[in-house]
């Protein structure tokens, strides 16, 4: 089984950057469709990019233009460069992959990102 | 973009009881609908995807259906370990979930 792990959340201000990494386990990474989805205190689950096996990304509106999910096959890593984040980008943040698009069949325990002055 | 209605927000239930979870969607998702099971501080756990192909795992008292923009799933007599919100996600088009169900103790 594919074993996720998050890391790279924290405290920071508005309008900061932080870089949110994925790793996973296996040899089936590259193929892997992989994907960050968010859950903000009290609220559902939100999807906030995906990447494909051959490097397509895809961003949520509510994050285009300044996140951008990238992938380091060689590592076995997934990113997420948030920059100019903003109070309501508080969240914790999961990662995900599949061997399919817009599914996760795997996840992490998720990082928490909390965007306050 | 499409958007999931569950139902009921909440279902209160006694242990091995069963559980019937509603997901509609805004427009057709074809098979691509999946579901969820997530607790609190845990990650997300797949159930079922396309439809009704259940997980690797997941106990046979889990079964889901539907197609188009109506559907269900079903636990047949709920474990202590099933009460936890469920939710449903469409893979059609940009992925989005539905708000979720909690199943809670009665």
């Known amino acids: 089984e594919v074993q996720v792990v998050e890391s790279g959340g924290g405290l920071i201000q508005p309008g900061g950057s932080l870089r949110l990494s994925c790793a996973a386990s296996?040899?089936?990474?590259?193929?892997?469709?992989i994907s960050w989805v968010r859950q903000a205190p009290g609220k559902g689950l939100e999807w906030v990019a995906i990447?494909?096996?051959?490097?397509?990304?895809f961003h949520a509106d509510a994050v285009k233009g300044r996140f951008s999910i990238s992938r380091d096959n060689s590592k076995n890593t997934v990113f997420l460069q948030m920059d100019a984040l903003r109070v309501e980008d508080t969240a914790v943040y999961y990662c995900?992959?599949?061997?399919?698009?817009?599914?996760?069949?795997?996840w992490g325990q998720g990082t928490q990102v909390t965007v306050s002055s | 973009e499409i958007v999931l209605t569950q139902s009921p927000a909440t279902l209160s239930l006694f242990p091995g009881e069963r559980a019937s979870l509603s997901c509609r969607a805004s427009?057709?998702?074809?098979?691509?609908l999946v579901w969820y099971q997530k607790k609190p501080g845990q990650a997300p756990r797949l159930l079922f995807y396309?439809?009704?192909n259940r997980a690797t795992g997941i106990p046979a008292r889990f079964s889901a259906s539907g197609s188009g923009t109506d559907f269900t799933l079903t636990i047949s007599s709920l474990e202590p370990e099933d009460f936890a919100v469920y939710y449903c996600?469409?893979?059609?088009?940009?992925?989005?979930f539905g708000q979720g169900t909690k199943v809670e103790i009665k």
């Open positions: 995900g992959g599949a061997d399919r698009p817009n599914r996760g069949d795997y």
């Open positions: 296996g040899d089936t990474f590259s193929t892997m469709f």
């Open positions: 990447i494909y096996p051959d490097d397509r990304t």
């Open positions: 427009q057709s998702v074809g098979i691509y």
């Open positions: 396309e439809t009704s």
């Open positions: 996600q469409q893979g059609s088009h940009w992925p989005t």
